[in-house]
T-cell receptor, first 114, second 109 residues
């Protein structure tokens, strides 16, 4: 398996624009997580899905952020409108089941909002 | 979920020395404690984990210890090498997994 795939790897956009980040989890994994990483706040969980259903979105910073998982092999994280403070590295991770199984992280998308 | 406190935030050691990173937590129900390593430009990767029914676990040069009474756990890296330089995250819980803020380890050759 190619691991968790994220696109794009880098995104530079202007304030006010819509940004869509994409993730393809490892085939067969039933959990998908979106994290944001910044120097100040570390690795923050934004939202996670189980069997394509959003379970906890309490980490989503505000209504400008939304996430979807239309099927088991694809998820998106959308920011509309984007702001400079959204600049961060966004990671997607997937996992098979519970019970302390490993979360596999993608390579991340580095977002810069100017 | 409740936070995990991780210390130190940065750590520099000479090659060959040991490195220790500590984490504390407050949720007594936690029973799973993983450690992830993040190299530059990559996502975090699991390097070792421990469950609450075990006090210590080793894997070659790395080990993790858990003190459930005191609610703290530590990562120990012995005989450090330059390739150990990375950011290390502790975690607690399972779903969701809560991470500490990370420790940037620099191994000086």
């Amino acid at each position: 398996d190619a691991g968790v795939i994220q696109s794009p790897r880098h995104e530079v956009t202007e304030m006010g624009q819509e940004v869509t980040l994409r993730c393809k989890p490892i085939s067969g994994h039933d959990y998908l997580f979106w994290y944001r990483q910044t120097m100040m706040r570390g690795l923050e969980l934004l939202i996670y899905f189980n069997n394509n259903v959003p379970i906890d979105d309490s980490g989503m910073p505000e209504d400008r952020f939304s996430a979807k998982m239309p099927n088991a092999s694809f998820s998106t994280l959308k920011i509309q409108p984007s702001e400079p403070r959204d600049s961060a590295v966004y990671f997607c991770a997937s996992r098979l089941g519970t019970g302390g199984n490993e979360q596999y992280f993608g390579p991340g998308t580095r977002l810069t909002v100017t | 979920g409740e936070n995990v406190e991780q210390h130190p935030s940065t750590l520099s050691v000479q090659e060959g020395d040991s490195a220790v990173i500590k984490c504390t937590y407050s949720d007594s129900a936690s029973n799973y404690f993983p450690w992830y390593k993040q190299e530059l430009g990559k996502g975090p990767q699991l390097i070792i984990d421990i469950r609450s029914n075990v006090g210590e676990k080793k894997d070659q040069r790395i080990a993790v210890t858990l003190n459930k009474t005191a609610k703290h756990f530590s990562l120990h890296i012995t005989e450090t090498q330059p390739e150990d330089s990375a950011v290390y995250f502790c975690g607690r819980g399972n779903t969701p997994l809560v991470f500490g803020k990370g420790t940037r380890l620099s191994v000086i050759a």
